[in-house]
């Protein structure tokens, strides 16, 4: 069983600074891709970024310039580095990992169980 688990959400004021972690554990031969969604109350969950294991990298317009993902592939760990928040920012933010690979021939996806991020003064 392979499980995300994240940290580093909370309360932060507008124009301020958070870094969102995941680390994924378990049995875990290799994985595809990591990124991060958000979902903000009332909106459906679209993506913020991913970064492949070759450390490609795609972001959603809202975050380019702001948003930095990283990855430590021996760690299985991704990274989001989020400065200059706006309220618009505020939202559950959910980690997950793509064809994860727990065995030779099964490859599955993952979720987090999301982490608040809420920008307000």
């Known amino acids: 069983q392979v499980q995300l688990v994240e940290s580093g959400g909370g309360l932060v004021q507008p124009g301020g600074s958070l870094r969102l972690s995941c680390a994924a554990s378990g049995t875990i031969f290799s994985i595809n891709a990591m990124g991060w969604y958000r979902q903000a109350p009332g909106k459906q969950r679209e993506l913020v970024a991913r970064?492949?294991?070759?450390?490609?990298?795609n972001y959603a317009d809202s975050a380019k310039g702001r948003f930095t993902i990283s990855r430590d592939n021996a760690k299985n760990t991704v990274y989001l580095q989020m400065n200059s928040l706006k309220p618009e920012d505020t939202a559950v933010y959910y980690c997950?990992?793509?064809?994860?690979?727990?065995?030779?021939?099964?490859?599955?996806?993952?979720w987090g169980q999301g982490t608040q991020v809420t920008v307000s003064s």
């Open positions: 970064i492949t294991s070759g450390g490609s990298t």
């Open positions: 997950n990992a793509d064809k994860v690979k727990v065995s030779q021939w099964v490859f599955l996806d993952y």
